[in-house]
T-cell receptor
Framework: GNSVTQMEGPVTLSEEAFLTINCTYTATGYPSLFWYVQYPGEGLQLLLKATKADDKGSNKGFEATYRKETTSFHLEKGSVQVSDSAVYFCALSDRKDSSYKLIFGSGTRLLVRP | GAGVSQSPRYKVAKRGQDVALRCDPISGHVSLFWYQQALGQGPEFLTYFQNEAQLDKSGLPSDRFFAERPEGSVSTLKIQRTQQEDSAVYLC??????????????FGPGTRLTVT
């Protein structure tokens, strides 16, 4: 079945450091890939998405490239800020599944220190 | 406009009690999803509605869980005879539905259920 695996946290960085959060997936069909973010006390928000191989999703300085050959969708940011502290979830939606339900990884907590 | 809202935000139930969790999706959104998020885990799919039709309930963990969306708008997730393992945050999400470009899901703040 479909699944998502992401690196365990917490990830602790100093402000302006480079961020990578790894995400790999297993899918039987044609997945779209997502990163969602959950800020403290808030609901899940879509951060970025990519719908086909080699697409790059980007938003708020974050980027992730859909790599079919390595079944990966790693999240990167060149210079993190304290306000980026949150839990990040990688997810997929398989277009063979007519409901487009999301399958999530277990989340990676990011803590950015001033 | 308003986002997805859920009520109550917090619910404490004694083991064996029935609970009902409400979701108000974004107006006009065809698709509605329920997810269960255990502490420290990612959300897990429970069930999916397209308008009033429940098209996928493959994620419901037992027959104690029941969901409805009778008029294609507000949805209720009901858990009968709650157990301690039901303690989790229950998330509702809605999407415009239809073609691939409108599948983005918008999440509510969740209902945190604690079963004592």
């Amino acid at each position: 079945g479909n699944s998502v695996t992401q690196m365990e946290g917490p990830v602790t960085l100093s402000e302006e450091a480079f961020l990578t959060i790894n995400c790999t997936y297993t899918a039987t069909g044609y997945p779209s890939l997502f990163w969602y973010v959950q800020y403290p006390g808030e609901g899940l928000q879509l951060l970025l998405k990519a719908t086909k191989a080699d697409d790059k999703g980007s938003n708020k300085g974050f980027e992730a490239t859909y790599r079919k050959e390595t079944t990966s969708f790693h999240l990167e940011k060149g210079s993190v800020q304290v306000s980026d502290s949150a839990v990040y979830f990688c997810a997929l939606s398989d277009r063979k599944d007519s409901s487009y339900k999301l399958i999530f990884g277990s989340g990676t907590r990011l803590l950015v220190r001033p | 406009g308003a986002g997805v809202s859920q009520s109550p935000r917090y619910k404490v139930a004694k083991r064996g009690q029935d609970v009902a969790l409400r979701c108000d999706p974004i107006s006009g959104h065809v698709s509605l999803f329920w997810y269960q998020q255990a502490l420290g885990q990612g959300p897990e799919f429970l069930t999916y509605f397209q308008n009033e039709a429940q098209l996928d309930k493959s994620g419901l963990p037992s027959d104690r869980f029941f969901a409805e969306r009778p008029e294609g708008s507000v949805s209720t997730l009901k858990i009968q005879r709650t157990q301690q393992e039901d303690s989790a945050v229950y998330l509702c999400a809605s999407s415009l539905g239809g073609d691939l470009s409108s599948y983005e899901q918008y999440f509510g703040p969740g209902t945190r259920l604690t079963v004592t």
